[in-house]
């Protein structure tokens, strides 16, 4: 790296370091010759002093070096004088221990006070440095020089300590004064200058005149120095105090020499004494500049505030003490209507608003007191005309105003359109808020700055949580928003305040206080931007739409299964419009007619054509009926494809009507039911026959089996006891199988014709049980069976199938009973148009098993015992309640009976 590109040395500049181990090798050897005192103390005030002037110039980074070398200096003087090298290098560490400490003590006084402008700052300060930073070098000194029996210790201390006081009170107002007074705030004009010459090239001669004149020389030094200090500023007040000290010290150092041992002390309390005379001084030369800068600030800045307040535009007043206004500018007197002159015969009392004068006079009296500073307030203030307005008025007391006087300045700033503007913007949030905090929606204003987020209550209890539960933090919203759905929130927010989109809108789950999660939909926008075009407000709602979002669930749900319902169930859609004649058909609809969309024309004439010609004036009357008088038509009709087949239809529609009644659409289904036509049209003939073999199966088998029957009695009784006992069984075992097969043909033949015949009237169940109880009286009278009945209702139904109903119910009750005489309980309900009927007993049950199973033909329960009956009469029971549109079912209770239960139509439910 050649020397160019180096960085500037930055080692202490040589020249002051030379400088400070010159003069103090050539002063301290001076004072050591000259004004060697008892002890073998040498008054090195001067070199100490200067030291301290050196060290205190700017630049702190040269202190250390400068400091070194007035060491190494002192030590050659000592050296010089004849002082041997130990003793040398100790008083000169002692003496720069006092340099050292002088100067820490100078820098934190310079910082913390101002001892340039404050006077008693630079008395504190000059107070600090005449005994802080001396004492610890003087004590040890005069340990080392009083070795070992230490005697004249005291003597030595107070020695060295007045002396270097004296360099002190000489020297250090000059460095304090320059070091915070630049040399452009001295008076540089030039007679001023040459003045301050004069005066402080006077100050030695008048010294030395002074020694050698008066008694009490010290006394006219003082004076001088006072009338310098009244026309010099401080430093140059300063420079004069310090030659004069200089001249006493220097003129009674030589005395010294002429006088006695004991005229050293003399001459040292002589230069402590006219040390002492530079501190008042430079303490009234401060004082009176002091005086003089607040003189010429006061008066300049009353200029300065007369013409501001002359030029301002906002409006200003002077106000007295007790209110008055003492002037005021353009501005406030446009302000309120008022000519200058007027203004300034009012009061604020006159210009404040009578209702606003209270409050104001409170803030006056606490402001004029002390009790409250300045201070800023919205008031209203009435202009001329008697109209008010609305004011920022602020106020500052001055202790001294015009002329000296305590007073106050006012300003008046006109806010009323903003005060306008704010309670318009404020009426209309509110209207906004009550909206929409009335209809449950959720408000948040974030203030994208500060990082807050007001919440509103309904925001709050929406989730279940109180407003102080929730906060203000900007970021609580994503706190409680759903793991899965939290990234897509917040990339939204984020594109939205990014300026990608025009608005936030985003859904999603936020966890309730209670741990279930409800459906928010979050809308909200970016309101307010700084001058750069930031974000700063942003303004939302929120609204819960669980439970929209649940029945869009559902409706979802329900349109899967209507889909798969009508695509397994072979349903075509249909939609027509009166008013336009237009038809609309789903793919199943045209697969049912046999079209296509493009085979048909879409309106009602060419529908109607596709009808069997059989059937198509019925249809379209019972159509135009429907739309005269109804919300909804059925209809089952035949159709003809394009192929000339015939196809049953069962069609079923809903009319949507207009609000004046008229039908606006007709929205329906159609249903092929050719194959079930066809199905039932088989089955009936099936039934048919069936019945006609049923009825011959009976004819032509109860013959026979009465005939064995009527045989086997006649045989038993005519053998009587002549047959054997295994002759006499079977012919029993014929007899009573005869009569079961018989019993079994009329069973099957009452099963296969009920139902084919009903006849559905109003019948009173009361009635048809006390008839079955009637017929069934011989087996409950041996069986000992108590039958509980209450009252029953009375139903749409059939009389004799009703009463065959519970004929059967009581006899399986009794012949499956248990060891108990069997208790029957007979009693009902009514739920909307439906009579419920429960049988129950406390027979031996049934398991749950066979709940289905014995309402099947020739189904019987498996038991212990063999117990009569043929399997059909729950079958029968079943196949009657079918027939009078009703249904029967077992309500198991094992080992404590059983409970049958059916229900029918009522006698006035609609059919």
């Given at each position: 790296?050649?020397?160019?590109?180096?960085?500037?040395?930055?080692?202490?500049?040589?020249?002051?370091?030379?400088?400070?181990?010159?003069?103090?090798?050539?002063?301290?050897?001076?004072?050591?010759?000259?004004?060697?005192?008892?002890?073998?103390?040498?008054?090195?005030?001067?070199a100490n002093a200067l030291t301290l002037a050196l060290a205190l110039w700017p630049g702190e980074r040269r202190r250390p070096a400068i400091i070194l070398a007035a060491i190494c200096g002192g030590i050659l003087a000592n050296l010089a004088t004849g002082t041997d090298l130990l003793t040398s290098v100790v008083l000169m560490l002692c003496n720069g221990t006092e340099i050292v400490l002088a100067?820490?003590?100078?820098?934190?006084?310079?910082?913390?006070?101002?001892?340039?402008?404050?006077?008693?700052?630079?008395i504190r300060m000059l107070a600090l440095l005449v005994s802080v930073p001396i004492l610890p070098g003087a004590i040890a000194a005069s340990a080392f020089l009083s070795r070992p029996a230490f005697e004249g210790l005291a003597t030595i201390v107070e020695m060295w300590w007045l002396g270097s006081a004296m360099g002190m009170i000489a020297i250090a107002p000059m460095a304090i004064l320059y070091r915070g007074i630049a040399p452009t705030a001295q008076d540089t004009r030039g007679s001023r200058r040459l003045e301050a010459i004069l005066l402080i090239l006077a100050m030695p001669v008048l010294a030395i005149a002074s020694l050698a004149l008066f008694d009490y020389p010290l006394v006219?030094?003082?004076?001088?120095?006072?009338?310098?200090a009244v026309r010099l500023p401080p430093f140059d007040t300063a420079m004069a105090a310090g030659l004069a000290v200089f001249t006493v010290s220097a003129v009674g150092a030589l005395a010294a020499n002429l006088i006695k041992a004991d005229g050293g002390v003399h001459v040292m309390t002589l230069d402590v004494t006219a040390a002492l005379a530079v501190v008042p001084a430079i303490y009234i030369s401060m004082v009176l500049r002091h005086l003089q800068r607040e003189r010429d600030s006061a008066t300049t800045n009353e200029y300065f505030a007369r013409r501001i307040i002359e030029s301002s535009p906002i409006g200003m007043a002077i106000v007295s003490l007790d209110g008055a206004l003492l002037s005021g500018n353009d501005a406030l007197a446009s302000m309120l209507g008022y000519s200058r002159d007027e203004l300034s015969t009012l009061t604020v009392r006159d210009i404040t608003l009578p209702n606003d004068w209270p409050a104001s006079a409170d803030m006056f009296a606490k402001a004029k007191t002390g009790a409250m500073g300045n201070y800023s307030v919205e008031k209203r203030h009435v202009r001329k005309d008697g109209t008010n307005f609305w004011t920022l008025l602020t106020v500052a007391v001055l202790e001294k105003g015009p002329g000296g006087v305590p007073c106050m300045i006012s300003q008046f700033e006109d806010i009323d359109l903003r005060r306008r503007y704010e309670r318009d913007l404020r009426d209309q949030e509110e209207r906004w808020h009550f909206a929409l905090e009335a209809a449950g929606q959720g408000v948040w204003d974030a203030n994208l700055a500060t990082g807050k987020t007001y919440y509103s209550p309904t925001w709050c209890s929406m989730l279940g949580y109180s407003s102080q539960e929730i906060g203000d933090d900007i970021d609580r919203w994503l706190t409680l928003i759903h793991p899965d759905d939290r990234e897509a929130a917040l990339t939204a927010d984020q594109n939205h305040i990014a300026g990608e989109t025009p608005y936030f809108e985003s859904q999603f789950r936020m966890r309730h206080k209670d741990g279930r999660w409800i459906w928010i939909l979050d809308r909200g926008r970016v309101i307010e931007?700084?001058?750069?075009?930031?974000p700063m407000r942003m303004i939302g709602i929120h609204t819960d739409i669980t439970k929209p979002k649940a029945d869009q669930e559902e409706m979802a749900r329900l349109k899967d299964r209507i889909e798969l319902a009508v695509d397994a169930g072979g349903v075509g859609i249909w939609e027509w419009t009166p008013a336009t004649g237009s038809i609309g058909w789903d793919w199943r609809t045209h697969q049912i007619f046999g079209t296509t969309p493009e085979t048909i024309r879409n309106d009602l004439v060419d529908w109607a054509d596709r009808l069997h010609p059989a059937d198509a004036d019925a249809v379209m009357e019972g159509l135009d009926e429907a739309l005269r008088q109804s919300d909804s038509w059925q209809a089952e009709f035949r159709i003809l494809t394009p192929a000339r087949e015939e196809r049953h239809i069962r069609a079923s529609g809903r009319i949507i009507r207009n609000a004046d009644g008229s039908p606006d659409m007709l929205v329906g289904t159609n249903l092929d039911i050719t194959e079930q036509r066809k199905r039932a049209l088989e089955l009936r003939e099936a039934n048919e026959r069936l019945n006609q073999f049923a009825s011959i199966a009976s004819h032509d088998m109860q013959a026979p089996l009465r005939h064995i029957a009527l045989n086997s009695e006649m045989l038993l009784a005519e053998l009587g006891g002549k047959a054997s006992p295994e002759a006499s069984e079977s012919l029993r075992i014929l007899i009573d199988r005869s009569r079961h097969l018989q019993q079994l043909v009329k069973s099957l033949l009452a099963y296969s014709r009920a139902g084919d015949q009903v006849k559905l009237e109003p019948v009173d169940l009361n009635a048809t049980l006390a008839r079955a109880i009637d017929i069934l009286g011989t087996d409950i009278a041996a069986s000992g069976c108590r039958i509980v009945r209450g009252d029953l209702p009375t139903v749409r139904g059939d009389r004799i199938l009703l009463t065959q109903v519970f004929q059967n119910l009581i006899s399986n009750a009794i012949k499956f009973r248990g060891q108990a005489d069997p208790v029957i309980e007979i009693g009902s309900e009514i739920h909307g148009d439906r009579a419920y009927v429960r049988i129950s007993d406390n027979g031996i049950g049934i398991d749950d098993t066979y709940k289905d199973y014995i309402f099947e033909v020739f189904k019987r329960i498996p038991t212990s015992d063999k117990r009569p009956g043929t399997g059909i009469g729950l079958a029968l029971c079943r196949r009657i309640m079918t027939a009078m549109k009703g249904d029967i079912w077992l309500h198991p209770k094992i080992d404590e009976g059983s409970c049958f239960m059916f229900k029918l139509p009522l006698a006035d439910a609609a059919e």
């Amino acid at each position: 790296m050649n020397s160019e590109s180096r960085s500037p040395d930055r080692s202490p500049a040589l020249g002051p370091v030379a400088l400070a181990a010159a003069l103090y090798f050539f002063t301290a050897y001076a004072s050591i010759a000259v004004s060697r005192l008892p002890g073998s103390i040498a008054v090195i005030w001067i070199a100490n002093a200067l030291t301290l002037a050196l060290a205190l110039w700017p630049g702190e980074r040269r202190r250390p070096a400068i400091i070194l070398a007035a060491i190494c200096g002192g030590i050659l003087a000592n050296l010089a004088t004849g002082t041997d090298l130990l003793t040398s290098v100790v008083l000169m560490l002692c003496n720069g221990t006092e340099i050292v400490l002088a100067v820490l003590i100078s820098d934190v006084c310079l910082r913390r006070w101002k001892p340039q402008d404050e006077p008693l700052d630079f008395i504190r300060m000059l107070a600090l440095l005449v005994s802080v930073p001396i004492l610890p070098g003087a004590i040890a000194a005069s340990a080392f020089l009083s070795r070992p029996a230490f005697e004249g210790l005291a003597t030595i201390v107070e020695m060295w300590w007045l002396g270097s006081a004296m360099g002190m009170i000489a020297i250090a107002p000059m460095a304090i004064l320059y070091r915070g007074i630049a040399p452009t705030a001295q008076d540089t004009r030039g007679s001023r200058r040459l003045e301050a010459i004069l005066l402080i090239l006077a100050m030695p001669v008048l010294a030395i005149a002074s020694l050698a004149l008066f008694d009490y020389p010290l006394v006219v030094v003082g004076l001088a120095l006072v009338i310098i200090a009244v026309r010099l500023p401080p430093f140059d007040t300063a420079m004069a105090a310090g030659l004069a000290v200089f001249t006493v010290s220097a003129v009674g150092a030589l005395a010294a020499n002429l006088i006695k041992a004991d005229g050293g002390v003399h001459v040292m309390t002589l230069d402590v004494t006219a040390a002492l005379a530079v501190v008042p001084a430079i303490y009234i030369s401060m004082v009176l500049r002091h005086l003089q800068r607040e003189r010429d600030s006061a008066t300049t800045n009353e200029y300065f505030a007369r013409r501001i307040i002359e030029s301002s535009p906002i409006g200003m007043a002077i106000v007295s003490l007790d209110g008055a206004l003492l002037s005021g500018n353009d501005a406030l007197a446009s302000m309120l209507g008022y000519s200058r002159d007027e203004l300034s015969t009012l009061t604020v009392r006159d210009i404040t608003l009578p209702n606003d004068w209270p409050a104001s006079a409170d803030m006056f009296a606490k402001a004029k007191t002390g009790a409250m500073g300045n201070y800023s307030v919205e008031k209203r203030h009435v202009r001329k005309d008697g109209t008010n307005f609305w004011t920022l008025l602020t106020v500052a007391v001055l202790e001294k105003g015009p002329g000296g006087v305590p007073c106050m300045i006012s300003q008046f700033e006109d806010i009323d359109l903003r005060r306008r503007y704010e309670r318009d913007l404020r009426d209309q949030e509110e209207r906004w808020h009550f909206a929409l905090e009335a209809a449950g929606q959720g408000v948040w204003d974030a203030n994208l700055a500060t990082g807050k987020t007001y919440y509103s209550p309904t925001w709050c209890s929406m989730l279940g949580y109180s407003s102080q539960e929730i906060g203000d933090d900007i970021d609580r919203w994503l706190t409680l928003i759903h793991p899965d759905d939290r990234e897509a929130a917040l990339t939204a927010d984020q594109n939205h305040i990014a300026g990608e989109t025009p608005y936030f809108e985003s859904q999603f789950r936020m966890r309730h206080k209670d741990g279930r999660w409800i459906w928010i939909l979050d809308r909200g926008r970016v309101i307010e931007q700084d001058r750069d075009g930031n974000p700063m407000r942003m303004i939302g709602i929120h609204t819960d739409i669980t439970k929209p979002k649940a029945d869009q669930e559902e409706m979802a749900r329900l349109k899967d299964r209507i889909e798969l319902a009508v695509d397994a169930g072979g349903v075509g859609i249909w939609e027509w419009t009166p008013a336009t004649g237009s038809i609309g058909w789903d793919w199943r609809t045209h697969q049912i007619f046999g079209t296509t969309p493009e085979t048909i024309r879409n309106d009602l004439v060419d529908w109607a054509d596709r009808l069997h010609p059989a059937d198509a004036d019925a249809v379209m009357e019972g159509l135009d009926e429907a739309l005269r008088q109804s919300d909804s038509w059925q209809a089952e009709f035949r159709i003809l494809t394009p192929a000339r087949e015939e196809r049953h239809i069962r069609a079923s529609g809903r009319i949507i009507r207009n609000a004046d009644g008229s039908p606006d659409m007709l929205v329906g289904t159609n249903l092929d039911i050719t194959e079930q036509r066809k199905r039932a049209l088989e089955l009936r003939e099936a039934n048919e026959r069936l019945n006609q073999f049923a009825s011959i199966a009976s004819h032509d088998m109860q013959a026979p089996l009465r005939h064995i029957a009527l045989n086997s009695e006649m045989l038993l009784a005519e053998l009587g006891g002549k047959a054997s006992p295994e002759a006499s069984e079977s012919l029993r075992i014929l007899i009573d199988r005869s009569r079961h097969l018989q019993q079994l043909v009329k069973s099957l033949l009452a099963y296969s014709r009920a139902g084919d015949q009903v006849k559905l009237e109003p019948v009173d169940l009361n009635a048809t049980l006390a008839r079955a109880i009637d017929i069934l009286g011989t087996d409950i009278a041996a069986s000992g069976c108590r039958i509980v009945r209450g009252d029953l209702p009375t139903v749409r139904g059939d009389r004799i199938l009703l009463t065959q109903v519970f004929q059967n119910l009581i006899s399986n009750a009794i012949k499956f009973r248990g060891q108990a005489d069997p208790v029957i309980e007979i009693g009902s309900e009514i739920h909307g148009d439906r009579a419920y009927v429960r049988i129950s007993d406390n027979g031996i049950g049934i398991d749950d098993t066979y709940k289905d199973y014995i309402f099947e033909v020739f189904k019987r329960i498996p038991t212990s015992d063999k117990r009569p009956g043929t399997g059909i009469g729950l079958a029968l029971c079943r196949r009657i309640m079918t027939a009078m549109k009703g249904d029967i079912w077992l309500h198991p209770k094992i080992d404590e009976g059983s409970c049958f239960m059916f229900k029918l139509p009522l006698a006035d439910a609609a059919e």
